[in-house]
């Protein structure tokens, strides 16, 4: 079982549609949680944290459920601009030291005009 | 502030050789990280180096090794090539025990 899985996608949208992502971790011990935007050929650049009391940042909201170990990612009013691979991360520890990230593969959405 | 810069930017390579891909940390950033990213899937993490020293690796064999140097820079060396080492390679940098990484746009390296 991989360790971070999400919907590949793709996610084809109109402009204006809500749209949500969910991904599951296996690591129950994994503390820290983050969706990443990526753009194509691009490196993937912090879209924002997530948080077991759930947040929202402008149009986008996240919520984190531990018990389920299930994150989600909600798009609404959708622009053009949003298209792009969102990347659910959790974070992983070895040994007492900082903990590295660890990625899904990435859900695809295409928002059309 | 400068940001986290990659060189070089494209790379090919032929199957056998070895490779360097060099990274320049954020200001102010002592730790930094390497991340392989294969087409279509996420960035998989390869080691970590604080204080110049490996601080953790992922399941990458050794012909992947690293350094970091005193000003925190650091380099990935890629020994004998595989055509499945054709990548995106990311560098991501930051402060130590902080998840606040910055990623520089990374080296596409490609084996043939």
């Known amino acids: 079982r991989k360790e971070v899985e999400q919907d590949p996608g793709p996610f084809n949208v109109p402009e204006g549609a809500t749209v949500a992502f969910n991904c599951t971790y296996s690591n129950s011990a994994s503390q820290s949680f983050f969706w990443y935007r990526q753009d194509c050929r691009k490196e993937p650049k912090l879209l924002m944290s997530v948080y077991s009391s759930g947040n929202e940042d402008g149009r986008f909201t996240a919520q984190l459920n531990r018990a389920s170990q299930y994150i989600s990612l909600l798009i609404r009013d959708s622009k053009l601009s949003d298209s792009a691979t969102y990347l659910c991360?959790?974070?992983?520890?070895?040994?007492?030291?900082?903990?590295?990230?660890?990625f899904g593969k990435g859900t695809k959405l295409s928002v059309k005009p | 502030e400068t940001g986290v810069t990659q060189s070089p930017t494209h790379l090919i390579k032929t199957r056998g050789q070895q490779v360097t891909l060099r990274c320049s940390s954020q200001s102010g950033h002592n730790t930094v990280s390497w991340y392989q990213q294969a087409l279509g899937q996420g960035p998989q993490f390869i080691f970590q180096?604080?204080?110049?020293?490996?601080?953790g690796r992922g399941n990458f064999p050794p012909r992947f090794s690293g350094l970091q140097f005193p000003n925190y820079s650091s380099e990935l060396n890629v020994n004998a090539l595989e055509l499945d080492d054709s990548a995106l390679y990311l560098c991501?940098?930051?402060?130590?025990?902080?998840?606040?990484?910055?990623f520089g746009s990374g080296t596409r390296l490609t084996v043939v």
């Open positions: 991501a940098s930051s402060p130590w025990d902080s998840y606040g990484y910055t």
């Open positions: 180096y604080y204080r110049e020293e490996e601080n």
């Open positions: 991360v959790v974070t992983s520890y070895y040994g007492g030291s900082q903990g590295n990230l660890i």
